[in-house]
Nanobody, 126 residues
Framework: QLQLVESGGGLVQPGGSLRLSCAAS????????IGWFRQAPGKEREGVSC????????NYADSVKGRFTISRDNAKNTVFLQMSSLKSEDTAVYYCAASWVVHEMCAILSNEYNYWGQGTQVTVSS
């Protein structure tokens, strides 16, 4: 069974950091581009970042550029999202998603992704 599981969310003060993990089971992540998305209450889901299957290409939403870093460890079948300088507007449920690809590119478009995790809550508040 193909499964993605996010972890690492929690409550953090503004300016703080969190590291989210996305662990895959049932399939090898190195055939997939991985995206991170988030959805805040009352808002539409938005793309945050993505990383190509071998990690050679990354993309970020303008709202997180310079603060978030995506990376992957295919040997551990895991993708990470390091979030720093967190703001209250980063509060949301964060989801990782996988897209089977043959190329070394990625896009932060939710309709490109086939498999989704259940999400992890990130709350930025003092």
């Amino acid at each position: 069974q193909l499964q993605l599981v996010e972890s690492g969310g929690g409550l953090v003060q503004p300016g703080g950091s969190l590291r989210l993990s996305c662990a895959a089971s049932g399939f090898a992540l190195d055939y997939y581009a991985i995206g991170w998305f988030r959805q805040a209450p009352g808002k539409e889901r938005e793309g945050v970042s993505c990383i190509s299957r071998r990690g050679g290409r990354t993309n970020y939403a303008d709202s997180v550029k310079g603060r978030f870093t995506i990376s992957r460890d295919n040997a551990k079948n895991t993708v990470f999202l390091q979030m720093s300088s967190l703001k209250s507007e980063d509060t949301a449920v964060y989801y990782c998603a996988a897209s089977w690809v043959v190329h070394e590119m990625c896009a932060i478009l939710s309709n490109e992704y086939n498999y989704w995790g259940q999400g992890t809550q990130v709350t930025v508040s003092s």
